[in-house]
């Protein structure tokens, strides 16, 4: 491997099809005949649905429950967030304002990207370490209003996640420790108001990282049984747990369309596209960009929306609510497509960024010995197996909502209708793989 190749490797943590073991056309045809096996075998050897949210896990040893429940317990892990909150606000505010700031990679890769691995594997975690929460309680826990509207539902949050993303991936400078600065102020200042305003239930609903925690929480194999106590279960029956309320679609349309945008607005056709059209015009650019990210985020949305709707047999107030009661099966998708975009940075940026924390002022500082700790680029200095890694983690996510899609229909769609009523949600998720590895790789 030339040095030219490594440099493009680490930036990008991805050389593109050409690193794939195998042929790209065959990875896309593979996927295809995948989806379609499973679509097939689920159809046919799948005849009642077999996954139920009510269904009890396997109680952990009671101890596990009261341990995780005591207040000391629930008190230490809020107050180390909190604490973790002001070492990163003193690394943003009084550390270099340069590349070696931490708060970039806080930002966009422990919160945005580890929340989805740590709400996999322990549940929704943020509900336990939001920092907004933490001091909602320390100021007494009280809300001038008792209800939360109905009407506003998942809303705000979907604000809050589309902030993020923007930011990201249309505004003029992603990277901008002034705008990320500000980003954070506001959602701190937004959430706060809320959170005192209507109490605990606005965080449930309105705060955008807990919504995000409890979306990659749903596949996770820990949940609780309905007598409170912490259980091991099988994550096809957690799955349809997702609260349905308004806007439910367009969350995870979010996070699905705006990771698909991604992978888009790396291509070199959509950069050239921009430039030529923008003429140097910074606003221009970032409206182009938003306009892009908008029409994926619509495109998802309105697709699983159509195809959720089209099918027979049901009324049309039935027909209204199938789009929000078959949304769970885009989880294991997103999640999927989150990790096989974002895995490098998970690894590679994620240690980088826990080094520059044990020097958050840039004095020299060696906290837990990581101030001579050296990046390990073990997944961009292995094309071929992230690349692997990558189809993967997007083939089994598509799987998995195949599966839980018809589980879903099997329950919800009369007799005569179950088969049918699943075709156009099957070419859809075809498209999506088709779209995501292309996207991914081809693009």
Same mark, same amino acid.
């Given at each position: ?8 490797l ?25 989806l ?7 159809a ?14 396997r109680?952990?040893?009671r ?6 429940d ?7 892990a809020?107050?180390?967030a ?20 931490a708060?970039?990679g ?19 975690v ?9 001091v ?12 939360y ?23 003029p400078?992603p990277?901008s ?6 980003w954070?102020l506001?959602?701190?200042l ?7 305003w ?6 449930a609903?309105?705060d955008?990282?807990?919504v ?6 749903r596949p ?11 259980a091991?279960g099988?994550p096809?029956d957690?799955l349809?747990?997702?609260?349905v309320?308004q806007? @439910? !679609?367009?969350? =995870? %349309?979010?996070? &699905? #369309? ?6 888009f607005?790396?291509?070199? *056709? ?16 970032t409206l ?9 985020i619509?495109?998802?949305a309105?697709?699983?929306w159509?195809a ?8 049309a107030?039935q027909r209204?609510t199938?789009?929000?009661q078959?949304?769970?099966?885009l ?15 998970l ?5 980088? @960024? !826990?080094?520059? =924390? %044990?020097?958050? &002022? #840039?004095?020299g ?5 990581l101030?001579?700790? *050296? ?6 200095l292995?094309?071929s197996?992230l690349?692997t890694?990558?189809v ?19 329950r919800?769609?009369p007799?005569?209708h179950?088969?049918t ?7 859809v ?6 779209t ?6 081809g693009?």
């Open positions: 491997m030339n040095s030219d190749r490594s440099v493009a680490l930036a990008h943590g991805l050389g593109g099809s050409t690193d794939l073991p195998i042929p790209y056309t065959y990875a896309l045809i593979g996927a295809a005949w995948t379609t096996f499973t679509f097939a075998l689920v046919f050897a799948w005849r009642r649905p077999r996954f139920d949210p009510d269904k009890p896990g109680p952990l040893p101890w596990v429950t009261t341990a995780v005591a207040p000391v317990a629930r008190w230490a809020a107050i180390a909190l604490l973790f909150t002001a070492w990163v606000a003193m690394a943003a505010i009084f550390g270099p304002q340069d590349a070696q700031n708060l970039p806080v930002f966009y890769v422990v919160l945005w990207v580890g929340l989805v691995a740590a709400s996999l594997v322990f549940g929704p943020w509900r336990a370490i939001s920092p907004v929460r933490t909602h309680r320390l100021l007494g826990g009280r809300s001038v209003v008792d209800r509207p109905d009407a506003l539902g998942y809303w705000p949050a979907i604000v809050g996640l589309f902030a993020f993303v923007w930011l990201e991936l249309a505004s400078d990277g420790l002034a705008a990320i600065k500000v954070l506001v959602y701190l937004v959430t706060l108001v809320g959170a005192f209507f109490g605990p239930r606005w965080c609903r309105g955008p990282f807990e995000y925690s409890v979306v990659a929480s996770s194999p820990l949940r609780r049984n309905r007598d409170g106590r912490i091991v099988n096809f957690h349809p747990s997702m609260p309320r806007g @439910t !679609v367009v969350v =995870l %349309a979010v996070l &699905l #369309g705006s990771t698909a945008f991604d992978s607005s790396a291509t070199q *056709e959509w950069r050239h596209f921009v430039d030529g059209s923008a003429g140097g015009s910074t606003v221009t650019a182009l960009r938003t306009a892009g990210l908008l029409v994926f619509a495109v998802v309105g697709t699983f159509l959720a709707r089209c099918t027979g047999g049901v009324d107030a209204r199938l789009p929000g078959m949304a769970h099966s989880i294991p998708i997103v999640i999927g497509y989150v990790f096989a975009h974002y895995l490098t940075s690894v590679e940026r994620g240690q980088q @960024t !826990v080094i520059l =924390l %044990a020097d958050p &002022l #840039g004095r500082w060696n906290l837990a010995g101030g001579d700790a *050296e990046v390990g680029y073990v997944l961009s292995h094309p197996v690349a890694v990558k993967g983690c997007v083939l089994a996510g598509h799987v998995a909502g195949v599966i839980a899609a018809h589980d879903r229909a099997l919800l769609l007799t005569g179950q088969l009523g699943q075709l156009a949600m099957m070419l998720m075809v498209g999506y793989t088709f995501g590895l292309y996207l991914m790789f693009g």
